[in-house]
């Protein structure tokens, strides 16, 4: 009938493996790690802050598989610990700053008139300043430690969250199903909580698992000049930056590195996955 | 029908499919044709026939995953479906163009429509680029461009979709090619706008002699300019001949049934149900082994579980259907005749709803500063009355306010002025909470069926919904009983409930929506455009439920529409809009017999007729340019722009809505004129 | 045009306006006593030093008052006195801002060369051996921390390779060139001192390319998304229907619309790149804006925070306002005539 081969048609388990084999495998790194950061104590031979300057850097070994640092203390046992901070900041600034913004932003957009107007110029002067800049002012001006650091990051965080969700609910106002509900005789809180935020959860959920890594690497970096976590607590950024001038006993600024990339591009394959699942026209492949 | 010369273009046996994941969708499966030289071949067929891909696989402009996978396309001595890139590249705008469906995406945004206009010329090294800019100015106004020398050097954005739609039929014609196709070219087109573009396509293919590939749904576009008609259904051609037997006796049960299922605007109909025919395609990953249109065929035999060819039933035609073939004919079924309606009171009481002075300014936001704020005035003082019990429709053109006029009167939108009295509740203004209770008597269908259902709630929640907010059911049993009872009126089956709305086709969907709206028990229902979503059989189920509907509850109809055919089917009344004015309002029958406005007038002779006979008796009021722009409408008469007797009168002097004929009032110093 | 145009800068000026007084508030409001932080704990806990101290500095006025000295110096181009430095603040920016400056412009430079053409080729070659790389790359450059790639970078190839020289501008041995633009290497050019210019762009290699990783791998990222998209358009179609070649239909009808995000993205990467250097700065001690902020933020200077956090607003919203304008040059549809 024709001189063309045809392909094979591809196994469901190909086909899955092909659209979400990536976004599967961040979410076993993520999983990993929430796990690690969880069970710290039992997976550990250490405590990460035991000092012991007779074993201070020693590389990797047997008994110190990621070798020691500057004070003696064992960097597998810290970099494990400082899941804790790392992963916890990342999801309270993320998950805070994404529901203040997104609700700020979805009734603004529903609301029309002044209050949108106000609010996107409230988000423009907060994107006037680079998050870096102003986070660091604010954490130096309110004092260093994690706490501090977080509320400063939060303030820049949401606006994009406010942006996002407002431009849903833009094109999502004017769909006719929400005409068909406003002419049923719902009221606009019923509209926007029961009708448009289900429909616009899609690229906000896509946002929110890129941003988590987003605002790890934020928050790595803050630590890491040291506006952040206050040592002796184990971070993966603060740990970079102890351990920044040991070029020649690279294990102690290499391997929390190494952590902060994996958990950044973990989720990264996430909100790929979430995107392309979202996505109508990547379901042709 | 030429048969000695060599055609132009052979099909034959063309295959292309799309080599999805899930196995292969057989979009066009087995598809022979040829064009000869010179001639118009009109290619129809609904949503899913094929008729698109076939157009693409001519000029290989198909996308991944889809693939030709057998058969021959033979085009002056050269199989375009073997070519290599270089050489379909030499052939594509050279030797055969291509203009597609949508005007407003076919432009590049960003680059000068002279620069589009040329860089087709100087692809193929037959002009300079010097030589290509004249010839480009001359194209444009050969399509009827105006200041062509001037409007060369804009930007697509500038230009309205007819416009374009020239632009790209220019562009076409550029360098002089023996095959045109032209895919679904008037579909975004208003129905004046496409007459002009009909008549400039018609013009273009007898001056130049290129021979045209037109596709399109509507069988009366096809019969007003081909020569020829294919027929596609399920990936296959049913049915080929010239039109005036074609569209007149039909060789082909689908044909039939396309033919039956559209209203025709040359006609009155007794009855306002249509002929209509069950079911959907069939699924094209597993086309059904026998006669492809056999579940749905009123007139299937027992042979028809055996494959048909596309086999000769007469000189010039050839249809694939057993029936057919062995002579069989294909008759009109007798039906039994509907329990008639009470007949209207012949002076009825109080309307239902009575606008007036109705008007809606939407201002457009501000792009720089110390701009003065444009308005854009959609709806721009409408007085309208409708009566319980009868169907009045809307009708104009795209922009003519008749949807936002849609949502006034439900009240989505809050009027600038006028006044709106519902059941003799003045409206106008009335607040959310105050307006709730009247909700349960006015309710609206809406056009879109992919968009006005909620893609995250089941049918269930979605019929359930307003029983539940305006304490119909009473308890979450009575609210299952109710529902079950709505998918019962709309003739959809009770285990829809549990499903989402991503698992109906769009003729279900509009059932759902039609569900829901009558879920509160309305009396008075607001229908925005709710079949122009569908293709044309499936229209017609909508209205013949429509239509059940009004008999069995006794419903009041706003029935908005752009299709003319459609309105002077299904309404009593009709009122015709412009610019956000209404130009006439009156029965159905005498403003069809005897349009008393212009725009009226031209409207009507504007809709084409799918019979070639018919069409060339009728009188063709041609309506010059396009229409203005409702943020900076015309004096006087709004119309005169484009009106055909406009005088100096109409620029000074608007004219009110007066009563011209017996229940037909006309905005227009000169009723009647027009003839 | 030109409407738009002043009508943009209206709005580009009363948003720094207003940036520079929420600076101002922030600056004011929290709780961080600069007074603690300049005389220390000794002094402090002296009320006559203290009212000395805030009298000669101004804090003692109405915050509207100070906010109304603060707008009236800056239009005369006073930033005021840092604390810290006990310089005039616009004296230490125009010391350290050359730096940062050549480092950012050198890494946009390098991200948009190879960031644009990849995005391109990824979604031109889809699914293949290239789009695999661009997706590599960009995701790496999105998710590996800068400060540890400067690390990684310089423990490398200076600690381990010694391929690159170490920190700092210039090296140790190494004559500055007179100070003209503060550009090393514009001025080291300018004087024809090329062996001081080739020591300075030896040391520009490795932060230059740590700095450029992340925003090469969201313009790569970007590139490719906006191409994708542009290639799935109808015109594309209608390109290819016309017989162009592919090379004319991605490089003359793809790439200009693909180009309007990417612009968007560009912009405010650079003026990220220039306010976000600071670990790099740190990292390869370079003496930066970066640098000069962090440490006015951990001494709570003041005059310098908000001078810099100004000036950075500034920057943002000009690269905006160029943005907006580049767009309309780009995009016909967006001034209308």
Redesign the interface.
Known sequence: MSDIALPAIASPRTRWLRRYGLASFGAVIILAWIFAAIFAPWLTRYDPNFVDVAARLQPPSASHWLGTDALGRDVATRVIYGARVSLTVGMVVVLVGALFGTLLGASAAYARGWAEEGLMRLTDLVFCFPPIILAMAIAAALGIGTVNTVIAMLVVWWPKFARLSRSLVISQRSMEYVEAAQSIGFGPAHILLRQIIPNAIGPLVVLVTLDLGNAILVFAGLSFLGLGTVPPTPEWGSMVGEGRELVQQWWVATFPGLAILTVVMAFNFMGDGFRDWLDPHANRR | MPTAAEPLLQVRDLRTWFLTDSGPVRAVDGVSFDVHAGETLGVVGESGSGKSVCAKSIMRLLDEPARIVGGSILFKGRDLAHLDDEGIREVRGREIAMVFQDPMTSLNPVLRIARQLIEAMTAHGRFTAAAARSRAIDLLRRMGVASADRTVNSFPHQFSGGMRQRVMLAMGFSNEPSLLIADEPTTALDVTIQAQILDLLRGLNRDLGTAVILISHDLGVIANICSRVLVMYAGEVVEEGAPEELLTDPRHPYTWALLHAAPRIDAQAEDRRLITIEGQPPDPRAWPSGCRFRARCPFAVEKCAEHPELLPVAAGRAARCWVTQEGGSLHTPERARPVVAAPVDATPAAPILEVSGLQKHFPLPKEAFFERQRVLRAVDGVDLQVFAGETVGLVGESGCGKSTLARLVTRLHEPTDGKIVFAGTDITHASLSAIRPLRRRMQMIFQDPYASLNPRMTIGEILAGPLILHGIAGDAAAARTRVAELLDLVGLPGQSVTRYPYEFSGGQRQRISIARALAVGPDFVVADEPISALDVNIQAQIINLMVDLQERLGLTYLFIAHDLAVVRHVCDRIAVLYLGKIMEVGPAASLFARPLHPYTRTLISAAPVPDPRVERTRRHVPMKGEPPSALNPPSGCRFRTRCPIAEERCTREEPPLLEAAPGQRVACHFPGRLT | MI??V??RL??SVA??L??TL??FL??NT???DPVLTALGDMAASDPAQVAEFRARWGLDLPLWHQYWLFLERLAHGDLGVSISSRRPVLQDIIDYAPATLELATVAFILSVLVGLPLGVLAAVRRDTVIDHVARAVS??G???????LA??A??VF??QLNWAPGPGRLDAVSFPPDRITGLLLIDTALQGDWETFHDAAAHLVLPSIVLAAATLGLITRTTRAAMLEAL????V??????????R?IVV??AL??AMLPVVTLGGLAY??LL??A??TE??FSWPGLGRY??RS??T?DFPA?MA??AI??AI??LVNFLVDMSYAL????V???
Request: net charge positive; proline share 5%.
């Open positions: 409407r738009y002043v009508s209206v709005v948003m720094v207003l940036a929420v600076i922030i600056a929290v709780p961080g995701l790496i999105v998710s590996a921390p800068t400060f540890w690390f990684i310089l423990a200076y600690g799935s358009q109808d015109y179609r209608v390109a290819k229907a016309k017989g162009l070649r592919g004319l003359g009808h200009p619309n003026a990220n306010a976000g600071v670990m740190t990292v902020t962090f933020a951990v709570v925070i810099v956090t950075v607003a943002f919203v780009l995009d016909p549809r001034v209308k005539k």
